[in-house]
């Protein structure tokens, strides 16, 4: 039974898909999609939004208001990234959002309308990590609640006048690590290196000292926090293993130098 009614919509989708399938084995992809599809019905559900239909590594919810869709948005980015704070940028997945609001066909369980087609227009020119809402969406948002800011006026394709659009201004909150020895490791000279060096040699030399790195935390118990360029910061749940992490560190790097 097809019934019109007004609605807030979320369209999210993960920045990259296609490149990443091609690295990617059937089996491996499945299991992806899959945690992915959770991951999104879960926060969906704890906002009291509900999933619509997935289209590969898009998906379709529906949200009660506007605010609550877009704090919805602003979990998901958040979670994703204290999931991923061990991984570079080329490895971590990445999701896009758009939220907009207007009367939507119901029927058979799927949505249609201009509504809709509005959603996918703004979701293809939201940059990743980004939460973009519509003029209508915008309007009847809770701005106490959430902050946003505006981005361009958009003429998009299908769409007959030109469309404003706003963003999320997400703000990103202190994580507290509890009782954790705290490393901080980047390579001497690097620069220099750097500016004397290939591009392929400079990415090579990067290579090898993540691998080093990710490979004492697996052995030690440690975790990456973040990445910048050559600089990484550790934590270890003991001083002494923090410590015999680096003396193997130390180690592994002076014999991959001297070869």
């Not at 926090?225 to 130390?250: K, N, Q, Y």
Request: charged content about 25%; aromatic content about 8%; some cysteine.
């Amino acid at each position: 039974m097809a019934n019109l009614r007004s609605t807030v919509i979320v369209k999210t989708d993960i920045c990259g898909y296609t490149a990443r399938v091609k690295k990617l084995s059937q089996s491996d992809l499945s299991s992806l999609l899959n945690e992915h599809k959770t991951f999104i019905s879960d926060i969906s559900t704890r906002n009291e939004g509900s999933l619509i239909k997935g289209e590969g590594d898009s998906f379709w919810l529906i949200f009660p208001s506007v605010t609550a869709a877009a704090m919805a948005a602003l979990e998901m980015q958040q979670e994703l990234r204290t999931q991923q704070s061990s991984k570079s940028n080329d490895e971590r997945l990445a999701i896009r959002v758009s939220i907009t609001l207007g009367d939507v066909l119901h029927q058979d369980k799927d949505i249609f309308g201009d509504t809709v087609n509005l959603t996918a227009r703004i979701e293809s020119v939201t940059p990743q990590d980004e939460i973009y809402l519509s003029q209508a969406a915008w309007l009847a948002l809770n701005k106490a609640e959430v902050q946003t800011s505006f981005v361009n006026e958009f003429s998009l394709k299908g769409m007959s006048e030109p469309e404003k659009v706003y963003k999320v201004d997400q703000s990103y909150k202190t994580r507290i690590v509890e009782n954790q020895a705290i490393i901080k490791a980047d390579l001497r000279g690097f620069i220099a290196y750097q500016e004397s060096n290939s591009i392929r040699d400079v990415e090579y030399l990067l290579t090898n000292f993540d691998t080093f790195e990710k490979n004492i935390c697996e052995e030690y118990g440690g975790t990456i926090r973040s990445i910048v360029g050559d600089s990484h910061l550790l934590t270890f749940p003991e001083a002494h293993s923090a410590l015999a992490a680096m003396e193997s560190l130390c180690e592994n790097w002076k014999l991959f130098i001297h070869g």
